[in-house]
């Protein structure tokens, strides 16, 4: 699977040990964190919450769009689920390529279609006490 959600923290370095390919000459990736804002509003935590089957299939779609439309190697995208602090890695993805210029275009293709596409919603802590949620709007057209 080039996609997965985790319940748990997971290390970057070991996940981008699958993108090593002698044909590979660029690599880009992406970090999520979670901080501590949004909308002007103090953030203490949050909760990603998946539908996991659904997830996990479009979140391999996306992964298979990428290696068709993009001249890159390999690909890889891991999302967390589960409760996370202000700091912590909320997702990563990674790809390798020939050139950068694919290797950057597939990483921002990847992230910006997961956070569009896959059913994964986030359940804001806010440091007056209450919560939000929000949801993955759908995508333009």
Do not use: N
Not at 43 to 65: F, S, T
Not at 91 to 97: K, N, R
Not at 120 to 126: F, Q
């Amino acid at each position: 699977m080039r996609f997965r959600l985790s319940e748990t923290p997971f290390d970057p370095a070991a996940t981008r040990e699958w993108l090593m390919r002698d044909e590979a000459g660029a690599y880009a990736s992406f970090e999520g964190w979670v901080r501590d804002h949004h909308a002007g509003r103090a953030v203490i935590g949050l909760q990603y919450e998946a539908y996991a089957a659904l997830a996990e299939r479009e979140g391999e779609a996306v992964m298979a769009e990428a290696l068709e439309r993009f001249a890159i190697v390999e690909a890889r995208c891991v999302h967390r689920v589960g409760e996370l602090g202000v700091g912590e890695l909320a997702v990563w993805v990674g790809v390798s390529a020939a050139h950068r210029d694919a290797a950057f275009a597939a990483c921002r293709y990847i992230i910006d279609e997961t956070k569009a596409r896959v059913p994964i919603w986030k359940h804001e802590r806010y440091a007056e006490g209450d919560a939000g949620w929000l949801h993955p709007e759908p995508s333009p057209g």
